[in-house]
């Protein structure tokens, strides 16, 4: 795999450190992560999106979900069972930890477990100062203050 040199962007900007460790991080993380368990990312309306994970034979108490300075993290971890002796052994029984990076804003808002399926509520909320706003023009003649002092005397 091609390493990329994200030292121009160091040199160039200032409080983008984040973003060049994402893009570092999400090169490295591709080919370890190893695709267990699977997942869906859904936009579901302009602010609300959804992670759904397949977890099938975890339990509620083996999930632990956490949020830490802009990543999700989702953690799996099977209670140990006895040894068995399987012929053939298909089914996952492992500990995995899952993680997404967020953009800011992102909230989640909760999880539901249902078939097998976690489902993680996510909503982006933009502080009032940030929104857009509308500026209203005014029409007509300014008057100075000196203007106006003059009228009245």
Do not use: C, H, W
């Amino acid at each position: 795999m091609k390493t990329v040199d994200l030292t121009p962007l160091y040199r160039n900007s200032v409080g983008f450190d984040r973003y060049a460790s994402l893009l570092d991080n999400a090169s490295r993380s591709d080919s370890a992560a190893g695709g267990y368990p699977p997942y869906n990312i859904e936009s579901l309306a302009d602010n609300k999106y959804s992670i759904t994970l397949a977890v099938a034979g975890f339990t509620q108490d083996e999930l632990s979900i956490n949020v830490e300075r802009g990543v999700l993290s989702i953690r799996g971890e099977k209670e140990k069972v006895e040894e068995k002796n399987f012929l053939y052994q298909g089914i996952a029984n492992r500990t995995f930890e899952r993680k997404f990076n967020l953009a800011d804003y992102i909230e989640v808002t909760g999880a539901d477990l249902e078939n097998g399926l976690l489902t993680i509520n996510l909503l982006k909320v933009i502080p009032e100062a940030m929104k857009p706003k509308t500026v209203a023009i005014n029409s007509g003649k300014k008057e100075t203050i000196e203007q106006k002092q003059e009228m009245t005397a």
